[in-house]
């Protein structure tokens, strides 16, 4: 795994020929990442619309491409559209904040594209455009430039009230968006939409920020336990402040007690917390290296 730490460029193109290029976007809702070229293959991540992505290496309809977090894997053709860093860098952008999306309606009203939040999209002539380069029309109210949101202060209490209004969702392995998630993927969508970035798995994630007594959590520390057996991370979980956590696991996100007497507790070993506001996302956007 690469380093996390990733300056984040691409943009949106008017193409789908990605021969050429090094930089693309996520052109789809939600697209799939998978440990190898074929839609049978594992699904290790995924990346919403707008997604800026780091174009490999071709082999088929399938390019190698890494994400902002690092994570190496292949994306069909179809998903992705052409990116420039320049126009990048210059054009005005927006994110989708509504949860856990909004829609893209043309003029007449008709639906033209989910919009999931987190989502990047641009603004053009008073419109957004997405990457496949449709115009249309979002409500004001379901997204903030992406100045503004990368400029919030981190609040450990929106982390916790973005977790809660994911209540339900269904679980996925691999899945990072407000559709389905897995429990790192709910931690990484929770911290996204505060402008904020941190690792992809529960284990990486274990190690950022600062270490915090068990017997000490806050609203908004990270809990991350051994759920198979093995002596590592391989789960981790959103403390709410009150005595509960929110995590996505048996088959969909939901809250269980903190407390391991408790007969809804908590499964697993508990071996660690931390209490991290995340790498701000903004400065990786706006200054590539």
């Known amino acids: 795994m690469k380093n996390f730490f990733l300056t984040l460029v691409a943009v949106i193109a008017a193409t789908l020929n990605l021969a050429a290029a090094d930089f693309g976007l996520v052109a789809i809702p ?39 977090d690092g994570y190496h894997g292949y994306m069909t053709e179809s998903s992705l559209a052409e990116a ?8 005005p952008r927006m994110v989708i904040t509504a949860l856990p999306a909004t829609v893209m309606v043309d003029e007449r009203g008709s639906v033209l594209s989910p919009l999931p939040a987190g989502a990047i999209v641009e603004v053009s002539h008073g419109m957004i455009r997405l990457p496949d380069g449709r115009l249309g029309i979002v409500d004001p109210a379901a997204m903030m430039s992406l100045e ?16 809660r209004a994911l209540m339900g969702t269904p679980y996925l392995w691999g899945g990072m968006s407000p559709w389905a ?9 929770a911290y996204w939409l505060q402008g904020r970035i941190l690792p992809r798995d529960a284990s990486q994630q274990a190690s950022v920020g600062d270490e ?3 017997d000490a959590l806050s609203a908004g520390d990270l809990l991350f336990l051994d ?10 979980a959103i403390c709410d402040g009150h ?11 939901r809250d269980n007690a903190l407390d391991s007497g408790a007969k809804d507790a908590i499964s697993g070993v ?13 400065p990786l956007l706006t200054e590539p290296k």
């Open 270 to 282: 508990r071996l660690s917390a931390r209490r991290t506001s995340g790498t701000p996302a903004l």
């Open 227 to 236: 759920r198979s057996g093995s002596g590592r991370v391989n789960h981790v």
């Open 212 to 214: 915090v007594p068990l």
């Open 243 to 253: 005595g509960r956590v929110i995590h996505a696991g048996s088959g969909r996100v």
């Open 181 to 189: 998630v897995d429990c790192s993927g709910l931690v990484r969508v």
């Open 148 to 163: 503004e949101w990368g400029s919030q202060t981190f609040s450990p209490r929106k982390v916790v009230e973005t977790a």
């Open 84 to 91: 420039d860093r320049d126009s990048w860098l210059k054009a």
């Open 30 to 68: 939600v697209a799939c990442l998978r440990g190898e070229p074929a839609n049978s293959a594992e699904l290790v991540s995924q990346a919403v619309m707008g997604t800026p992505l780091r174009l490999l290496d071709k082999d088929g309809e399938w390019w190698s491409v890494e994400t902002p």
